[in-house]
């Protein structure tokens, strides 16, 4: 089990529990984390889950596949740091982890 810290726009911030093996977007709607829409469930088929990942964390999340990649150029605001949160693999060496979300998801 992981905790995750989820930091709206606004700069309010949700630190929930994650079990190993779900995603980050999961981890968000068990939790009913503002600004994480998941509008296709966790199919990598939009970008309503978009997150920044904060740059201490980069690394250890690892970098987007290339379909997550396309389906980021549907997101707002897209960084470096952006990730869809449900293609975000909970694990142990997550524990701690921060994300931000968007102003708004696409």
Not at 9 to 26: D, I, K, L, P
Not at 40 to 57: I, K, P
Request: aromatic share 4%; glycine share 6%.
């Amino acid at each position: 089990m992981a905790k995750i810290t989820f930091v709206e726009h606004n700069g309010a911030r949700h630190e929930v529990s994650a079990e190993n093996g779900s995603t980050v977007m999961e981890a968000a709607i068990r939790n009913s984390v503002p600004g994480i829409e998941a509008e296709c469930g966790g199919a990598c088929a939009c970008a309503t889950c978009h997150v920044y990942v904060e740059d201490a964390w980069v690394a250890a999340v690892g970098k987007a596949a290339p379909m997550e990649e396309d389906m980021l150029d549907f997101a707002f605001d897209v960084r470096p740091n952006s990730r869809l949160s449900c293609q975000i693999k909970v694990s142990d060496a997550l524990d701690g982890l921060v994300v931000h979300t968007p102003e708004r998801q696409a």
